[in-house]
């Protein structure tokens, strides 16, 4: 089974999971959830509305940590561990491998320095194990460890939950790309357009050339004559 199709089925699975339950039992299925070793996308679960209705009561607790692993990274929890339940050490690594992917959006290239301080991990070797192990194995990134350059380069990384106002930017992005599309299309017709132009000019200078070399032989042949 691939892993969009293993992400589909667990996703199913905790959004009906989450509809049919209320109060603490929602909780326990959020945890289970962000919990899962498979599972790397959140939105649907996300939108339950019975999720929704934690907001401003005594489990919001567990609203705000679904939209930390929906969104957040391990800094970020670290940041609010006072207001966040404590996590589960497969919560802790399912939060760090969500980092990696956070990194690989805007970056290609992620420095072992800033990767080891993210993730907090104290050695190279110990950082190359996860990456390796929990990262490439599981296949949410593929990439080459660079010794040399103290770098990871990464090829692939899956897409994340995207955040509240991304929508819109991706949608603009996409439309700057279309309009540019268009733009290079236009371009290239034209540029055919001439092509085609000079090409048909080319023939009838030929035609041209060939009329007066056979006019001038019949001329020189009745001369001749």
Same mark, same amino acid.
């Not at 599981?138 to 990439?143: C, D, E, K, L």
């Given at each position: 089974?691939d892993? /969009?199709?293993?992400?589909?089925e667990?996703? %199913? @699975? ?7 339950q209320?109060?603490a039992?929602?909780?326990s ?6 919990s899962?070793? #498979?599972l790397? +996308? ?6 339950v509305?019975n999720? +929704?209705?934690?907001?401003?009561t005594e489990?919001? !607790?567990?609203? %705000?940590?679904?939209?930390?692993? &929906? @969104?957040g990274?391990?800094?970020? $929890?670290?940041?609010?561990?006072? @207001? ?6 497969d919560q ?14 805007t ?13 907090d ?6 950082l190359? %194990?996860?990456?390796i192990?929990?990262?490439? $194995? ?5 990439? !080459? ?5 103290r770098?990871? /380069?990464?090829?692939? +990384?899956?897409?994340? *939950?995207?955040r509240p ?6 949608i603009?992005?996409? #439309?700057?790309w ?7 299309l236009?371009?290239?017709? /034209? ?10 000019? *080319?023939?009838? @200078?030929?035609?041209?050339? /060939?009329? !007066?070399?056979?006019? &001038? !032989?019949?001329?020189?042949s009745?001369?001749?004559?």
């Amino acid at each position: 089974m691939d892993i /969009e199709q293993r992400q589909a089925e667990l996703i %199913d @699975h905790f959004v009906k999971q989450a509809s049919n339950q209320k109060g603490a039992a929602l909780g326990s299925v959020i945890v289970e959830a962000t919990s899962q070793p #498979s599972l790397f +996308a959140f939105s649907e679960i996300l939108a339950v509305p019975n999720i +929704a209705e934690f907001e401003g009561t005594e489990n919001s !607790k567990y609203l %705000d940590m679904l939209r930390l692993f &929906a @969104h957040g990274t391990w800094s970020d $929890y670290k940041n609010n561990a006072g @207001h966040l339940p404590q996590l589960v050490p497969d919560q802790v690594l399912k939060l760090k491998q969500l980092t990696v992917l956070t990194l690989a959006e805007t970056n290609k290239v992620l420095p072992y320095d800033e990767l080891m301080e993210e993730l907090d991990v104290t050695n190279v070797r110990e950082l190359e %194990d996860f990456l390796i192990n929990e990262c490439m $194995y599981t296949g949410i990134v593929r990439g !080459k460890l660079d010794q040399l350059r103290r770098c990871f /380069e990464v090829q692939f +990384a899956a897409g994340r *939950d995207l955040r509240p106002g991304q929508l819109g930017s991706m949608i603009q992005t996409l #439309s700057n790309w279309l309009t540019t599309s268009d733009n290079l299309l236009i371009s290239i017709q /034209e540029k055919i357009k001439w092509a085609d132009s000079m090409n048909e000019m *080319d023939k009838k @200078h030929r035609k041209d050339l /060939e009329e !007066k070399v056979e006019e &001038a !032989k019949k001329s020189l042949s009745h001369k001749v004559c």
